[in-house]
């Protein structure tokens, strides 16, 4: 107990020097107890018991109880330094288990969720592929959701959008395993070139996704909102909401006029996650995937050939272009991307056998174009066959290379360099249709000349020259034979003046029979009823002669 409390009650008959000093003792004693600190040296700490009288009057004057106005003040004490126990919580058993503890959207329930917990639940064939794709790419994406502090749902949203599928394509264009449109992917800097389409790469697409979405809740305020956005376009939606606002109707999901795919979309969402919450009601089995990193990034300083890659690496060009899929060519550029995927194992497999290899990295560089080519031209430039240079850059058949375009070559020796920065990023393949020329004859008209015939067939005066032997100002023969090289569509168009001829011809006998007045027309219906009979007359001979 504090000195205080063990002080006897007295009258008030103190006198004004006895009230200072009891007062400056008492004010001590309570500086002390509320400190617990020792006392001084010369004053060693005196052990009271709590049934423990009060000092003596001599040494220690008396002071007027203290009276609380509710419970009496507890006992002051040293507190402990042992914190209180705290509940762990065990490590999640695997992905799955971990996913279920962050999911944090309002659920939606209703006919729709109900109907696509039937598709999917009957369909286990086509979860298990699903989810087997899934494991390569699935702890990356919870990782990046739990550090920006996001619901857990959207880790499944690549399931309805893909399947987990990065090569997937939409009839709409839109790629990749979280299938952006390429207008909103080049929004979010997904490159999109001739050598590669980030849209298709894991981490890329997986940042502007997540970026995106995070931007769609920010403007509409609601998760379910948010994803029709994302699969309907922002404008689609506000558009709704507004239409809705106008109306005096409610804004949400549910209330909004939308097309079936978007109507349908959160209930997809919602059905793969009760499956994934509950696994067991469904009557699903889930395949096991670890809580653990699938690949392991690495960082590539110069250009390396995929097939080079993975032979350091032990694995197939098959599993690398698998946690790589947005690499096109056999080639990886260093200055377009540097960061490659392996699996956790293999990358340090990689990393050590790199450092003993002394032959060459890559056999592949881009070049671009200097004007506008054939593709064997470009083959006899390079020094490649034209069919291996139609086959690596996806060039077919009947088209010329315009200028500008970036190819993929073999390195040599005035072709040794890694692509550059501006290549990698913005490389483009420009085609053309390549014009199939043909050997044709022709005749020269009446007093004409190798200009006039050159332009009646749309070439030059010199080329057709340089064909014929002759000089730009020869003299020509009415009759004379001429070698031109037309493309093979003037064939038509050689044939085209004889027809009009022909026709000119049967206009103007038509229109001399017009002028001639009809023998036995004295009206106009006499008229037309003659004109009548001798058509019919006339096809009637040509009957009989055929």
Same mark, same amino acid.
């Given at each position: 107990?504090?000195? $205080? ?16 000093v ?5 004010l ?12 001084p040296?010369?004053?060693?700490? /005196?052990? /009271? ?17 203290? /009276?609380?106005?509710?419970?009496p003040l ?11 126990p ?11 288990e ?5 999911l ?5 329930d209703?006919e729709?969720v ?6 999917? @639940? ?12 899934s ?15 996001l ?5 499944l ?6 399947a987990?599928?990065p ?9 990749g ?11 979010? &800097?997904?490159?999109?070139n001739?050598?590669?389409?980030d ?7 997986t940042?502007?996704a ?5 931007? $769609? ?19 689609n939606v506000?558009? @709704? ?5 106008r +109306?005096?109707?409610?804004?949400g ?5 939308m ?31 670890g809580?653990?990193?699938f ?5 590539i ?14 694995i ?6 698998t $946690?790589?899929?947005?690499?096109k060519?056999? $080639?990886?550029?260093a ?15 990689f990393?050590?056998?790199?450092k003993?290899y002394?032959g ?5 560089t ?7 080519m ?7 430039r ?13 060039i077919?058949p009947?088209?010329?290379?315009? @200028? ?10 005035a ?5 550059s +920065? ?12 390549e ?12 007093? &004409?000349?190798?200009?006039?015939? @050159? ?24 009759g ?5 090289m ?7 168009? +050689?044939?085209a ?6 026709a000119?011809?049967?206009t103007?006998s ?10 036995s027309a ?5 008229? /037309?009823?003659?004109v ?7 096809s009637?001979?040509?009957?009989t002669k055929?």
């Amino acid at each position: 107990m504090t000195l $205080l409390s063990s002080l006897p009650v007295r009258a008030l008959c103190c006198s004004a020097h006895s009230l200072k000093v009891l007062s400056s003792l008492g004010l001590a004693a309570l500086l002390t107890a509320c400190a617990s600190t020792p006392l001084p040296p010369h004053e060693p700490p /005196q052990t /009271q018991s709590p049934s423990a009288t009060a000092p003596s009057q001599a040494t220690v004057p008396q002071l007027p109880r203290v /009276q609380t106005p509710h419970a009496p003040l507890s006992e002051i004490s040293i507190a402990s330094a042992t914190p209180p126990p705290v509940t762990m919580l065990a490590a999640p058993a695997d992905i799955w288990e971990r996913i279920r503890r962050g999911l944090a959207m309002q659920d939606l329930d209703g006919e729709l969720v109900r109907d696509r917990e039937q598709w999917y @639940a009957s369909r286990p064939d086509y979860i298990q592929r699903m989810t087997e794709r899934s494991s390569r790419y699935l702890f990356h994406i919870v990782e990046e959701i739990e550090r920006r502090n996001l619901p857990m749902e959207l880790a499944l949203l690549p399931f309805i959008e893909s399947a987990f599928n990065p090569q997937a394509v939409s009839s709409a264009r839109a790629a990749g395993m979280w299938q952006f449109m390429p207008a909103t992917g080049q929004s979010f &800097d997904l490159k999109q070139n001739v050598f590669r389409d980030d849209r298709r790469d894991v981490l890329a697409s997986t940042r502007a996704a997540l970026d995106y979405l995070e931007q $769609l809740h920010a403007r509409f305020g609601d998760w379910h909102l948010a994803l029709a956005a994302y699969n309907w376009g922002q404008g689609n939606v506000n558009r @709704a909401i507004t239409r809705n606002q106008r +109306e005096g109707r409610p804004t949400g999901y549910t209330d909004l006029n939308m097309p079936l795919e978007t109507r349908m979309y959160v209930p997809k969402l919602q059905a793969v996650e009760n499956i994934v919450a509950r696994p067991e009601v469904f009557g699903t089995v889930l395949p096991s995937i670890g809580n653990h990193p699938f690949f392991d990034t690495l960082t590539i300083e110069r250009d390396m050939d995929v097939s080079l890659i993975a032979s350091l690496a032990g694995i197939s060009e098959r599993d690398f272009r698998t $946690l790589n899929p947005s690499i096109k060519q056999p $080639l990886v550029m260093a200055a377009g991307t540097p960061n490659i995927l392996l699996p956790w194992d293999n990358a340090k497999v990689f990393e050590e056998k790199l450092k003993t290899y002394n032959g060459p990295l890559a056999s592949w560089t881009a070049w671009v174009a200097p004007s506008t080519m054939s593709v064997s031209d470009v083959a006899k430039r390079v020094g490649m066959r034209e069919s291996e240079l139609r086959s690596v850059n996806n060039i077919p058949p009947r088209m010329k290379v315009r @200028a500008g375009s970036s190819l993929l070559v073999h390195r040599n020796g005035a072709r040794d360099r890694d692509v550059s +920065e501006f290549v990698a990023d913005n490389a483009q393949l420009s085609l053309a249709p390549e014009v199939v020329l043909r050997r044709t004859v022709v005749r020269a008209r009446k007093g &004409d000349t190798l200009a006039r015939v @050159a332009q009646r067939y749309r070439v030059s005066t010199v080329s057709v020259a340089g064909w014929n032997g002759l000089s730009v100002n020869a003299k020509l023969k009415s009759g004379q034979r001429l070698t031109l090289m037309l493309p093979k569509s003037v064939r038509v168009a +050689e044939r085209a003046p004889a027809r009009s001829a022909k026709a000119g011809k049967a206009t103007r006998s038509k229109q001399a029979s017009a002028k001639k007045p009809a023998r036995s027309a004295k009206v106009t219906k006499g008229k /037309q009823k003659s004109v009548r009979v001798a058509s019919e007359e006339r096809s009637s001979r040509k009957t009989t002669k055929r």
